[in-house]
Each structure stands twice: as C-alpha cells, then as structure tokens.
C-alpha cells in the first residue's frame, strides 16, 4: 500500500536479544514514522524522521532507536528487547511540500518478545 | 498533554442501520484532524479536516469539524458488513514535534 513495504512481518524473538525492523518506501516522502500500536492505547508515536540522518523522538521512543541514511529506509531498532515491547509496529510515510499529505501507512510488523 | 477521545469504544449494528461516530480533541495548537479505516492492517486513509463546518463526503461516509466544540464526528449511512473495522480519529498538532495524536478509535460490527 502507497509504496510501503515492512519487514519482517512477524517475528518472535527472546528478551535481552537486539532486533531490528525495516520501513522501505518507494514514494520519496520525506517523512517517515514509526508507531506502535497495542490495546487499550491506540497508535503511538516511537519515532519519526524528517530527512536523511534527521531524527527526531515521539511520545513512547525509550528503549528504541531508529536510523534513515537514505530516502527510502528508515529502520528501528530495540537495542535490547522486553515484554513490554510486545507489539505491532506500523510505519508511515508523508509527503513534504507544499504541505505534508496524510500518513499512509505500512501493513505493520507483529513483534513478540517471549 | 494533547489527548484525542473517540465515542463510543464499540459498536454493532446491522446492515443498513446508521451510525455516527464521535471524535473530540484537547490540544496546544490543532491543524487538522483525520480519520481512518483499519481493517486486518494498515489504517487506511479516510478524511482530513481542518476548517470547521464542512463536510467531507465519499461515498456513504461524511465527516464534519466544529472547532468550536473541539470535535468532529464521522457519519456512515446505510451500513454494509464491509464497513466492520476500527474507525480512527487524529489530531496533527502544530509546531516542535511533528506528530498526529490518535485516539483509541471505535470499534463497529456490521451484522447482516
């Protein structure tokens, strides 16, 4: 959907282990987003980006950190991953100029942390 | 602390009913307010509103903004099944960060 593609789609992985996730876009937004989503609480803001190496934190962004060294990557990582990191992770992208278009977003990657 | 509250939580109608369903905002600086569809996945986009009193149609769905009640609803006629999905309102605020602030949207059941 609106040149979005996240990987992986699913994964299961072990508290303590590092894990890393991939926004790819072929639109050439200059925005991207990182939101997590779980009950109870909607669609949360982790992290976003408004340019290559331009990074910036939202509302839920301890223990994740993201990098964009190209236009169309944005990558999140949970430097070590926790229970409470248990989640669907949904990117999103935005056009710049001459005013941002509505997120649209990735299908969403279903993490588990056991 | 910004906060967007949708109403009701959830909802189950049948085919053909009406529904609407309600969005109010407490926010610093309001620029638009959005809805979307989410289905199994992605949320997808529906309408942006940023003037207050006009309404946005497509199809069976219409939504509209009243700034002055710092709310909007989104109204959806003569229900289909293909219109069960959780139904998302957000707010894009103004300024520092930029960042939609979304609600717990509302849930709707469509029975046949």
């Known amino acids: 959907d609106a040149g979005i593609t996240q990987s992986p789609r699913h994964k299961v992985t072990e508290t303590g282990t590092p894990v890393t996730l991939r926004c790819h876009q072929t639109e050439n937004h200059r925005y991207m987003y990182w939101y997590r989503q779980d009950p109870g609480h909607g669609l949360r803001l982790i992290h976003y980006s408004y340019g290559v190496k331009d990074t910036d934190k939202g509302e839920v962004s301890d223990g994740y950190s993201v990098s964009r060294s190209k236009t169309e990557d944005f990558l999140l990582t949970l430097e070590s991953a926790t229970s409470s990191q248990t989640s669907v992770y949904f990117c999103?992208?935005?056009?710049?100029?001459?005013?941002?278009?509505?997120?649209?977003f990735g299908n969403g990657t279903r993490l588990t942390v056991t | 602390e910004d906060k967007v509250v949708q109403s009701p939580l959830s909802l189950v109608v049948h085919e053909g009913d009406t529904v609407t369903l309600n969005c109010s905002y407490e926010v610093t600086n309001f620029r638009s307010l959005l809805w979307y569809k989410q289905e199994k996945k992605a949320p997808t986009f529906l309408f942006m509103l940023t003037s207050s009193g006009i309404e946005k149609k497509s199809g069976r769905l219409s939504s509209i903004l009243d700034k002055k009640e710092l709310s909007s609803i989104l109204n959806i006629t003569a229900t289909q099944t293909g219109d069960s999905a959780i139904y998302l309102c957000a707010v894009e605020v103004q300024g520092g960060s930029e960042k939609l602030v979304f609600g717990k949207g509302t849930k709707l059941t469509v029975n046949p």
């Open positions: 999103a992208i935005s056009s710049g100029l001459p005013r941002r278009s509505p997120l649209h």
